[in-house]
């Protein structure tokens, strides 16, 4: 089913499953996957290297708080952009060096200087020409561009943006829809159990009020993540 689904059984590749901890508990197996491998592969496509600065877009949301936890584990500068009510807790416990609040501050205008560029920016937010060129103007020339699919994803302006690159013009951009990959979330367990990321679990559905589920999704507004619970 090329379009997803919700089972209580999939057969899959050996390859794409981990051994779950003992310790982990099933809301965070359930939720951890998705989120976690997404902001892994989007961070992972810029190349980071440590003291490097990386800029998250919905940094409160399912695939933001985790690119703010890795981005930190792997030793970035991060800067994460947020609502007002999530500014604090992107920041004390998520742990971002800085954030901005996307309602009262600009920021391209906040790293306007050069020497507060970026070298990578993870994005979960839809984007359009406008939106696009101001990510660009506090991208450094040799940075990248992750963006994460989704359903305000242009992938014109994206390609637009790679063959720029190509010729020596400008940032490198990828766009991001996960695969899933065994040995990437046994890291990601890893991780959790030494306490370096945490899923915030934001609602536990039953998998019977799942179109309740994807409501709370669509407000843009998700605190974490949102999981189903499967009978069995």
Not at 66 to 79: C, D, E, I, P, Y
Not at 198 to 216: C, G, I, M, R, S
């Amino acid at each position: 089913m090329p379009q997803g689904t919700y089972a209580q059984y999939v057969a899959v590749e050996e390859s794409h499953l981990a051994l779950l901890p003992a310790a982990v508990p099933l809301d965070t197996a359930g939720g951890l996957p998705l989120v976690g491998l997404t902001a892994w592969q989007a961070l992972m496509a810029g190349q980071p290297v440590e003291g490097q600065r990386v800029l998250v877009f919905a940094a409160s949301g399912g695939v933001g708080h985790m690119a703010v936890q890795l981005a930190k584990a792997l030793g970035l500068f991060t800067v994460g952009v947020a609502g007002p009510k999530n500014t604090v807790w992107v920041k004390d416990q998520l742990g971002a060096d800085e954030v901005v609040d996307y309602t009262t501050s600009d920021f391209a205008a906040l790293y306007a200087s050069p020497d507060k560029h970026f070298d990578i920016v993870v994005d979960c937010l839809a984007i359009a020409p406008e939106r696009l060129g101001k990510i660009t103007s506090v991208l450094k020339s040799s940075g990248h561009y992750s963006h994460i699919m989704n359903t305000g994803s242009n992938p014109p302006l994206l390609e637009q943006m790679q063959a720029a690159h190509k010729e020596g013009k400008g940032p490198g951009a990828s766009l991001t829809l996960v695969k899933p990959n065994g040995r990437q979330l046994e890291q990601l367990f890893v991780m959790w159990e030494a306490g370096q990321v945490k899923l915030e679990v934001a609602q536990v559905f039953p998998l019977a009020e799942v179109a309740d589920a994807h409501k709370q999704v669509e407000t843009g507004h998700t605190r974490g993540k949102v999981v189903l619970a499967i009978p069995h």
